[in-house]
């Protein structure tokens, strides 16, 4: 079945980077789509960035310059670099994968239906 896990979540404070990765297995890695999402406490959860499975990225606006999503096929691994956090960024962050055709969170122009159990990110002041 499909697994998704993520790691590299932390504490860090403003200013300063981490680097989250996701595991993936259970299915066509390299044709499939893969997401970064996040939830903060009182907020619905938010789309971060893309990464499709054709090549190319999307990001959120607030993730524009600052976030950086990869992607090893090799490695079936997903990343998602993150500078200059923020305190607004704290939140708990979960890789997803495209489900098609009915998955359920659409973001980029793809429909996620997978998710990981998500890796924590507190950014102090």
């Known amino acids: 079945q499909v697994q998704l896990v993520e790691s590299g979540g932390g504490s860090v404070q403003a200013g300063g980077s981490l680097r989250l990765s996701c595991a993936a297995s259970g299915f066509t890695y390299t044709s499939t789509s893969m997401g970064w999402f996040r939830r903060s406490e009182g907020k619905e959860r938010e789309g971060v960035a893309v990464s499709y499975d054709a090549g190319g990225t999307y990001y959120a606006a607030y993730a524009k310059g600052r976030f950086t999503i990869s992607r090893d096929n090799a490695k079936n691994t997903l990343y998602l670099q993150m500078n200059s956090l923020e305190t607004e960024d704290t939140a708990m962050y979960y890789c997803?994968?495209?489900?098609?055709?009915?998955?359920?969170?659409?973001?980029?122009?793809?429909?996620?239906?997978?998710w990981g159990q998500g890796t924590q990110v507190t950014v102090s002041s």
């Open positions: 997803a994968a495209e489900r098609r055709p009915y998955g359920a969170t659409l973001f980029g122009g793809r429909r996620f239906g997978y």
